[in-house]
């Protein structure tokens, strides 16, 4: 099992971003897959999921204005669009395979985003 | 939202010593006989690791110096003996409720 992620990225404030998150190893439609922020130096906070196989998405509501998700069947990848890009957004991103209890038991390597003019 | 709340937020622990690291909930995370709270190791520059599911359940390819217990509220990682290799951050997950929430991450730190 293996989740790719996009490469870093460096974006004006305002500006809106879509980074991408490449599953293989595993059937696609089967599994949630979660998208996590961790702010330098701080802790995890779940932004929300998306499920392949119904297409079904679910937001924590601190992020539901911020971030959008989609999915490609076709390549196995799951996106987050993150809109109106301000400093508090400049994190890492991690995406993350949903386990059979609700534990995250394969991750991305990150995705680093910085926003700066 | 449920609450987890780790202590210490950092601990310095001797090599071949145990290491102790609590995890509290503002409520139960239980569920069906079950304790929906996992802990998670996580090295500078790194993915977060899963260690231990279910609260007492290592996962696969996890050393058994590593160890979960509780119930409800009130959780446990220990480390014993921790090794060198051990030198990261600690966070705990439940998944009993939306949304999942983390722990505020616990530092170790070899004395």
């Known amino acids: 099992v293996q989740l790719q992620q996009s490469g870093a990225e460096l974006v004006k404030p305002g500006a809106s971003v879509k980074l991408s998150c490449k599953a293989s190893?595993?059937?696609?439609?089967?599994?949630?897959i979660h998208w996590v922020k961790q702010r330098s130096g701080q802790g995890l906070e779940w932004i929300g999921w998306?499920?392949?196989?119904?297409?079904?998405?679910k937001y924590n509501e601190k992020f539901k204005d911020k971030a959008t998700l989609t999915a490609d069947k076709s390549s196995s990848t799951v996106y987050m669009e993150l809109s109106r890009l301000t400093s508090e957004d400049s994190a890492v991103y991690f995406c993350?395979?949903?386990?059979?209890?609700?534990?995250?038991?394969?991750w991305g390597q990150g995705t680093t985003l910085t926003v700066s003019s | 939202d449920i609450v987890l709340t780790q202590s210490p937020a950092s601990l310095a622990v001797s090599l071949g010593q145990r290491a102790t690291i609590s995890c509290r909930a503002s409520e139960s995370v239980d569920s069906y006989g079950n304790s929906f709270m996992h802990w998670y190791q996580q090295k500078p520059g790194q993915p977060p690791k899963l260690l231990i599911y279910r609260a007492s359940n290592l996962e696969s390819g996890i050393p058994a110096r590593f160890s979960g217990s509780g119930s409800r509220t009130d959780f446990t990682l220990t480390i014993n003996p921790v090794e060198a290799d051990d030198v990261a951050t600690y966070y705990c997950q439940q998944s009993n409720e939306d949304p999942f929430t983390f722990g505020s991450g616990t530092k170790l730190e070899i004395k």
């Open positions: 190893g595993y059937t696609f439609t089967e599994y949630i």
């Open positions: 993350a395979r949903h386990g059979h209890y609700g534990n995250y038991d394969y």
């Open positions: 998306f499920y392949p196989g119904s297409g079904s998405i």
